[in-house]
T-cell receptor, first 115, second 110 residues
Framework: GAVVSQHPSRVICKSGTSVKIECRSL??????MFWYRQFPKQSLMLMAT?????????EQGVEKDKFLINHASLTLSTLTVTSAHPEDSSFYIC???????????FGDGTRLSIL | GQQLNQSPQSMFIQEGEDVSMNCTSS?????WLWYKQDPGEGPVLLIA???AGELTSNGRLTAQFGITRKDSFLNISASIPSDVGIYFC??????????WGAGTKLIIKP
């Protein structure tokens, strides 16, 4: 149980393109989803927390107009990197929890490469 | 930001050896988690700890939550090649956000 699916697994696109990443909880309803960014050889850095039906809460230093998060249903959250540039290239990972105090379960990540 | 103190940073071991890693924190957590991350993939939950002093096993893995709720260790017995990867500890705060350790990279000598 507690499977989180993330799509796509890899994206390569030109600078200026907007990229959408999907995160789905497959066998549970995710009341809260989290979006992370991970740089090489580092632990995960939280970007934002999203609750179904409400606006995402962004961490300090994360541009909300750059990284648009939508959590329209209890099983789907999306992260859109708008007008992506090479410095946005990174590994983006989502996670989800269902009931309170449940551990976060992670998707397999999306490797974003902006040329 | 806040980060847990995780050690060692890396381990080079022979197949079959036992492994031990630990994390400490200046803050108390109600939940302590251990994850493993393989290259190019998301972290996979290994063990979740909820009670102070709790000792939990998952196959060859054993983890304990410290009595003070400020530390935890993870042991792996009789390591095998598929144990290679990066192990992260994480404390879950009251907002269900995770405070991460820096990771322990496990390498098994051929």
């Amino acid at each position: 149980g507690a499977v989180v699916s993330q799509h796509p697994s890899r994206v390569i696109c030109k600078s200026g393109t907007s990229v959408k990443i999907e995160c789905r909880s497959l066998d549970f309803q995710a009341t809260t989803m989290f979006w992370y960014r991970q740089f090489p050889k580092q632990s995960l850095m939280l970007m934002a927390t999203s609750n179904e039906g409400s606006k995402a809460t962004y961490e300090q230093g994360v541009e909300k107009d750059k990284f648009l998060i939508n959590h329209a249903s209890l099983t789907l959250s999306t992260l859109t990197v708008t007008s992506a540039h090479p410095e946005d290239s990174s590994f983006y990972i989502c996670s989800a929890i269902g009931t309170p105090n449940q551990p976060q379960h992670f998707g397999d990540g999306t490797r974003l490469s902006i040329l | 930001g806040q980060q847990l103190n995780q050690s060692p940073q890396s381990m080079f071991i022979q197949e079959g050896e036992d492994v031990s890693m630990n994390c400490t924190s200046s803050s108390i957590f109600n939940t302590w988690l251990w994850y493993k991350q393989d290259p190019g993939e998301g972290p996979v939950l290994l063990i979740a700890l909820y009670k102070a002093g709790e000792l939990t096993s998952n196959g060859r893995l054993t983890a304990q939550f410290g009595i003070t709720r400020k530390d935890s260790f993870l042991n792996i017995s009789a390591s095998i090649p598929s144990d290679v990867g990066i192990y992260f500890c994480a404390g879950q705060d009251s907002n269900y956000q995770l405070i991460w350790g820096a990771g322990t990279k496990l390498i098994i000598k051929p």
